[in-house]
């Protein structure tokens, strides 16, 4: 993750990260790393990713949509379903592969330590409020609200 692709935005009653890639592959991986960084705090998230001691897993997220932003709201919203029903806290995207109108990604994480780790913000939904995908210059750029 880094952080200078990941900005806080206001919104009246939620929160929300502006974020930026290189890529598209870069943009979905950098808005699922600030996802969860919201939900730690960006200075634990970081800490929890350097954590070693813990076993690091890896699983296989697929997701469909017709459009980008569709994809990455399934894409999200399945990230917070492994963390919110599984207690997986995802860390890092190793590989995403996008086909006509879905998404597989290779995800690795660790599970939720109640004793080690400290939720900061509970997110309750990624939201559509917004949310456009778009390439502006070299970059892609998306707004994500999430509802808190």
Known sequence: MSVSNIEIIEHTADIGIRVRGDSLSGLFTNAASGMIAMIFGFEQYESIIADNSRKKLSLTVKVQGNELEELLMS??????????????????????????????????????????HKVETEIKAVTYHGM?????????????????
């Open 132 to 148: 456009s995908v778009q390439k502006a210059g070299e970059q892609w750029v998306t707004d994500v609200i999430f509802d808190i």
């Open 75 to 116: 894409f999200l919203s399945e990230l917070l379903y492994l963390f919110d029903g599984e207690k997986f806290i995802p860390l890092g995207i190793k590989k995403i592969v996008f086909n006509d109108d879905s998404l597989t990604a290779l995800v690795e994480g660790v599970f939720f330590d109640p004793d080690a």
